[in-house]
């Protein structure tokens, strides 16, 4: 029915604005403050930078990849016709969302892992999503693997953000947050033109070459100096 295939939509943007809601009466905005030195200008190629831009870029890569193509393989792989898959794929995207949102607002916030470890943590789960999408068969193998990356990159993602920002001086914060923004629409980019051309040579193709890239992104967190040197903060 019509009602099945935007349901998840509605359920989603209620969700996210009650998200939006909870988190101004959690921590609502700040007074005026004193203004602000002018702003250092930061190249991208900057080591304290460099890594956590890697890593943005390579996970919204791997997320607008999985977007891209993750309709039609319920298509294929469920046998369903165009609005079934539409709905179920709703349903699933929602299920990532939901599970996204539970790290970002619940997990994230428990303060009890530092955001090094959590990135770790959270990458180790994306992993093990997308490997769950290269053999998946049945709708609730499916769900699962939605329900690990959602909640993967609802740790990675702010993690990486907080890290970046604690690695630059305050007057280096605009040109650092600037540069996320940058890496996450260079991601975007590259996961929307290879998400398509990878289906066509298979089905499993976009998923494992996300995975591919997502154990890179681990071995970035695990091997890299300045994060290797974090991991005890």
């Known amino acids: 029915s ?12 209620g ?12 921590n609502p905005p700040a007074g005026a403050s004193k203004r602000s030195k002018p702003g250092r200008v930061l190249p991208p190629t900057d080591g304290r930078i460099r890594p956590f831009l890697l890593i943005t870029g390579a996970s919204y ?32 995207f929602t299920i990532m969302g ?10 994230v916030r428990l303060k009890r892992v530092p955001p090094s470890h959590a990135m770790r943590i959270g990458i180790a789960i994306v992993v093990a999503g997308l490997f769950g999408l290269v053999v998946a068969d049945r709708s609730i193998v499916f769900g699962l693997a939605c329900a690990a990356i959602g909640l993967g990159f609802g740790l990675v993602g702010p993690t990486t953000s907080a890290a970046c920002s604690l690695a630059l001086s305050s007057e280096e914060q605009g040109s650092g947050a600037g540069w996320m923004s940058s890496a ?8 929307a033109w290879s998400g398509g051309m990878l289906y066509a040579l298979s ?13 890179g992104i681990a071995a ?14």
């Open 98 to 107: 939901l599970f996204s949102l539970f790290a970002q607002m619940v997990l």
């Open 2 to 13: 019509s009602m099945g295939l935007y349901a998840p939509h509605f359920i989603l943007t």
């Open 220 to 233: 970035l967190m695990l091997f890299h100096p300045r994060l290797r040197a974090s991991r005890r903060t």
């Open 203 to 215: 089905p499993q193709a976009p998923y494992t070459a996300s995975a591919v890239v997502a154990l």
């Open 15 to 26: 969700v996210s604005l009650a998200a939006a809601v909870l988190a101004l009466l959690v």
């Open 61 to 92: 890569a791997i997320i607008v990849e999985v977007n891209v193509v993750f309709g039609f393989s319920i298509q294929d792989a469920l046998q369903l016709d165009a609005i079934a898959a539409a709905e179920v794929t709703g349903v699933m």
């Open 184 to 191: 996450r629409s260079v991601g975007s980019i590259v996961g």
